[in-house]
């Protein structure tokens, strides 16, 4: 992005009441540093968006990015792909972030077909669609809300689309989840947060953000009908995968 972001502080000072994270104006303004320090692998997801649509999206095809954040996905398809390769509209709930992920698709990718809309993807009404990104969103809805989003997507997607699924992820074994907890905080540590900024962004995140192990995302895209899903990339607790429907 042209904008320089601000580094992430937002958790630095001890505070007496750690409030629920929310994606307001002060996480906008540091996200990009945010994500960068705080999610493995994250870069590389977004490296390997444009390569998945090479390979499978429709030349043409209408892609939607769900909780859509600044853009970063977008800004990804659009800097490997030709202007009429794709149309792209990108959903978030936080006004915030609509409001910087449409000022950044104006100034740095004006000849493509980029819309941002304010929405919850929960009562979307879908178009069809080559290929539906969902990083790092599905874990913020309520457990209860995600098969029947799931089930939307599917059929929203053309014959022979994609899904593409990225979730911070949980472990069944206890010891095995203690252990990709504990190296994911070395890895904020290696990034240069503190204890203390890791403790209560965890607290910031209880009850918001609530994980499924990795064998529950792929039951979730089965029982949505999709026939075939696999996990094509894991670092730690992080993972994507992709689900496809059948041509």
Known sequence: MSDASYRD????????????????????????????????????????????????????AHVYDLGCSLGASG??????????????????????????????????????????????????????????????????????DRDALLARLYAALEPGGVLILSEKTIDADERDNAWRVERYHDFKRANGYSDLEISQKRTA?????????????????KQAGFPRSMTWFQYLNFASLIAFKEG
């Open 205 to 221: 995140l209880e009850n918001v953000l609530v994980p499924d192990t990795l064998d529950a995302l792929h039951g979730r895209l």
């Open 75 to 144: 800004l990804a398809l659009a800097g490997a792909l030709a202007p009429d390769a794709f149309r792209y509209t990108g959903v978030d709930l936080s006004p915030a972030m609509v409001a910087q992920a449409r000022q950044t698709f104006a100034d740095e990718c004006p000849a493509y077909a980029m819309q941002v809309e304010e929405a919850d993807i929960r009562t979307l009404e879908y178009a069809p669609s080559g290929m539906i990104i969902l990083n790092f969103t599905l874990q913020f809805l309520p457990a209860a």
């Open 9 to 60: 502080a937002i958790f630095s000072t001890p505070l007496d009441r750690v409030a629920r994270f929310s994606f307001d104006e002060k996480v906008v303004a540091c996200f990009p540093d945010m994500i960068r320090r705080s999610v493995p692998g994250y870069g590389q997801i977004l490296g390997m968006l444009s390569l998945i649509a090479q390979r499978h999206l429709r030349h043409g």
